[in-house]
């Protein structure tokens, strides 16, 4: 399969017919039919069906093309990106994979910030526990943000290691419920589970083949659902949700100060601490720029 055989295809998907792909494109029409047929013999897949009216692409086809064009796009996109030859700079590259920690963007915020007289390409994604640890051990990411309680460390660890990653803390903190101000709790000097199942409970959305040891809500010992549940996967909804209604979220508190002025933070009675940090891959070297991004993110959580 080649790159050339996919242009003649998603642009006869286009034109719906390949008298009118090969007059767009500047070759003959023999030449475009010969390489489709040798790629559908190749893969074993009948694009479509040719009539007068032109041509038919069948379910496979379809499917076909669309991954297809969404290739050709990533390899415009990297042929644009890095065809430009005349910069004198290096390009400084960082990569982070988070879960959903407010206050570790004040760090990348501030990365960037130093960076404005460089020429650069940062990328920073959010997503669960699971999504984090495979974007490190893919190395689609330099780093990963994770946080570890006490009940799912040994599960965490455990995995870690075996995807060769390790994990250093960055700080630990005590969980709370987050609350808006006037919230009927928010006069509570502390709050209970009890408490907390008298309002609806957000929780973050996971893999449904994930295991409670990777939910990045604190887990109750008695494990009983509550009667009223938001279930969402964004920290920015989850924040709102909290400032707008009467419901609560568990966590560290990691919200941007001066972004939900209008939420305030509960300790939970008897909880143990989160252990907040970051993890990398044991088998590649960290390089300076990484160390100074994790010296900001020490900042950050101080």
Known sequence: ??????????????????????????????????????????????????????????????????????????????????????WEEPLKTISVSSMRFSCFLKAFAKWIQKSMEHRFFYKYREGTIDDVIEDVYSHQA??????????????????????????????????????????????????????????????????????????????????????QTICVNSAATSANLVELTDAVVLGGGFFLPGVHKETIKIPLKNATPLHVGYIVSQSTPITPELEEYIQLLRQSVE
């Open 1 to 86: 399969m080649t790159f050339q055989q996919l242009v003649y295809l998603v642009e006869v998907s286009k034109c719906g017919s390949i008298n009118k792909a090969a007059e767009n494109l500047f070759i003959s029409q023999t030449g475009i039919s010969i390489a489709l047929r040798s790629l559908e013999k190749e893969l074993g897949v009948k694009f479509f069906v040719r009539s007068n009216r032109g041509v038919t692409f069948t379910s496979e086809g379809k499917q076909f093309v669309n991954h297809a064009a969404a290739l050709l796009e990533q390899k415009q996109w990297l042929e644009n990106f890095f065809k430009d030859t005349n």
């Open 142 to 227: 330099d780093i990963g943000l994770i946080s570890i309680s006490d009940s799912t460390e040994k599960s965490i660890l455990y995995l870690l290691k075996s995807k060769g990653l390790r994990f250093q803390e960055l700080v630990a903190v005590m969980p709370c419920a987050l609350c808006r101000r006037g919230h009927p709790l928010s006069k509570q000097e502390y709050v209970t589970e009890e408490d907390i199942r008298k309002y609806p409970y957000i929780y973050f959305d996971r893999c449904v083949d994930s295991s409670l040891s990777f939910s990045e809500e604190i887990q109750f010992n008695s494990l009983k659902s509550f009667p």
